[in-house]
């Protein structure tokens, strides 16, 4: 799993990187203000293949004293930190260069051929890191035997999330830049760059926004999801030694680690030896019934029973 989200962080920073430079000329050069948003745009992108491909090697970390749960969480920090960076250097730069456009005359003149050139560029190379990521997400769904929408849903992984809407964006995005430019070349009026770069903002912001919400959940604790739950307590219950199932609690340490702690209260006449065997056998199966389960705690705590509170017992003479 991390070797393909590895190989498609990369192919989207390959192409970001050359996006970036590409824009970036294109919009000094051309004086192009949805060109500049558009390479703000690209740099945000590029910024955030190196957060994840940080992310991944950070959180493979094996656990240890201070982190006896691992580092799966890192991989939720630094897609928290893409989310930012997307919607600083990214969507604020995009709005401010289109506002500055609407309210700021006409400008310099602008040179239209090397904008197509380097937008039908940018369209050609988004596109193939699009394709490359929901090629990927596809085969992990078909894996889970989910439809794909249902798929990135329920994915607790950041990373192939993360590149596949920031490429979606990007597409949109050059979309966007190619209306502006070519209505500013038809009309002669600079404000239609102005619109697509206020356009690009704001795909930014809502792109930003949508992944800082699905992380900071994950990031704060997010149990498992309704039918992992069920599915985990029918396994604990259909055991006979089993009264009740009192509390279980599931939080994700990482993309594909969750935690299970469940507290039991069980038969009274179990031996201590009775107890250990079924304890192991739970432990077992519930990684079985879940294969993201890989930490299991066990509490055969009886419910607490109410001792009835007797009157008090009148003094004589009192």
Excluded: C
């Amino acid at each position: 799993m991390h070797s393909e989200s590895r190989k498609t962080i990369l192919a989207a920073l390959a192409a970001n990187l050359a996006i970036a430079i590409a824009k970036t000329f294109a919009g000094l050069v051309g004086h192009s203000v949805a060109m500049l948003a558009e390479a703000a745009h690209s740099v945000a992108d590029t910024m955030n293949q190196v957060f994840l491909l940080v992310s991944l090697s950070l959180g493979s970390r094996k656990p240890d004293e201070t982190h006896p749960f691992g580092y799966g969480k890192e991989r939720f920090f630094w897609a928290l930190l893409a989310a930012v960076f997307i919607f600083v250097s990214g969507a604020v730069f995009s709005l401010i260069e289109g506002l500055r456009a609407l309210l700021g005359g006409p400008g310099e003149e602008a040179s239209f051929l090397i904008s197509y050139l380097v937008l039908g560029f940018s369209l050609l190379a988004e596109g193939v890191s699009l394709l490359r990521a929901i090629s990927q997400v596809r085969n992990e769904a078909r894996q889970a035997d989910l439809p794909l929408m249902r798929y990135l849903r329920n994915s607790n992984d950041p990373t192939v999330r993360t590149v596949l809407y920031e490429d979606s964006a990007a597409v949109t995005g050059v979309v966007l830049a190619l209306a502006g430019v070519g209505l500013h070349n038809l009309t002669g009026a600079r404000a239609w760059e102005g619109a697509a770069s206020i356009g690009i903002g704001l795909l930014l912001v809502w792109v930003a926004y949508t992944l800082g919400r699905d992380t900071k959940h994950l990031l704060i604790g997010e149990a498992a999801r309704p039918e992992q739950r069920e599915r985990l307590h029918e396994t604990i219950a259909r055991h006979p030694e089993v009264e009740e199932v009192l509390e279980l609690l599931t939080m994700y340490l990482g993309p594909n680690d969750l935690l299970v702690a469940v507290r039991l209260d069980l038969q009274d006449d179990l031996t201590a030896r009775e107890v250990e065997e079924l304890s192991n056998q739970i432990d077992r199966e519930l990684r079985e019934a879940d294969s993201d389960v890989v930490q299991v705690f066990l509490d055969a705590t009886p419910r607490p029973r109410r001792v009835p509170v007797q009157a008090p017992v009148e003094q004589p003479g009192g």
